[in-house]
């Protein structure tokens, strides 16, 4: 396995591979990993690099007209790794509801 960064390579550049994964998180690297029995030419494409840097992040930056986003807050990472690198083992606590059976969803309530 290689890493190329596409920020030192001349442009345009072309790639040729078999397979071509968009998105170097917790999906496309599994994904990847999974592949790489198949034997083919494997590229894994990503839109940062292996740390977190604000120019890439600002692709994130948007106007809200929702509900208001927590300030200073980062939801989403744009680097290897994608939005794990923010979950450090987290998740969220279930509620009383994520127990009940609700007639429109399939499967509902707890086994």
């Not at 917790?26 to 604000?54: K, M």
């Not at 083992?89 to 994520?98: H, I, V």
């Amino acid at each position: 396995m290689s890493f190329v960064d596409a920020r030192e390579i001349d442009l345009p550049a072309k790639i040729d591979t078999d397979i071509c994964v968009v998105g170097a998180g917790a999906a496309g690297i599994t994904l990847v990993r999974q592949l790489a029995a198949t034997h083919r030419d494997i590229c894994l494409i990503e839109s940062g690099g292996f740390e977190p840097d604000s120019e890439t992040q600002s692709l994130y930056d948007l106007e809200c007209t929702g509900n208001p986003l927590r300030p200073d807050y980062m939801s989403r990472a744009r680097y290897f790794g994608g939005s794990c690198n923010l979950w450090a083992g987290r998740s969220m606590r279930l509620t009383p509801l994520d127990f009940e059976p609700r007639d429109w969803v399939p499967h509902s309530g707890w086994p």
